[in-house]
Nanobody, 124 residues
Framework: QVQLEESGGGVVQPGGSLRLSCAIS????????MGWFRQVPGKEREFVAS????????HVADSVRDRFDIDRDLAENMVYLQMNYLRPEDTGVYYC?????????????????WGQGTQVTVSS
């Protein structure tokens, strides 16, 4: 059974940085494609970033492309979301997820496994 556990959320001032982590368990090798979504208050859950099963390809949403980055550690079964220059509108719950696909990457990412989420609050 695939399990995803996020950590690293918290309160940060505008302009600050946070690095979210996602621990993956229950996945046999090779790894799955992974990603992050977020739920901002008053809006639908939205795509933030995804990374291929190899870690060699990434896709980051246009709205955060110049500030956020995604990477992974295949050996440690971890996925990360580096968030820089945070803004109050980035406040929300951030979810780690996976589409359960391995050996195939098209950038068209539809998760089927989800973590519980971690709260990010950007406020002065």
């Amino acid at each position: 059974q695939v399990q995803l556990e996020e950590s690293g959320g918290g309160v940060v001032q505008p302009g600050g940085s946070l690095r979210l982590s996602c621990a993956i368990s229950g996945v046999a090798t090779p790894a799955y494609n992974m990603g992050w979504f977020r739920q901002v208050p008053g809006k639908e859950r939205e795509f933030v970033a995804s990374i291929s099963w190899t870690g060699l390809s990434v896709h980051v949403a246009d709205s955060v492309r110049d500030r956020f980055d995604i990477d992974r550690d295949l050996a440690e079964n971890m996925v990360y979301l580096q968030m820089n220059y945070l803004r109050p509108e980035d406040t929300g719950v951030y979810y780690c997820n996976s589409d359960g696909q391995s050996g195939h990457w098209s950038g068209d990412y539809h998760p089927i496994y989800w973590g519980q989420g971690t709260q990010v609050t950007v406020s002065s």
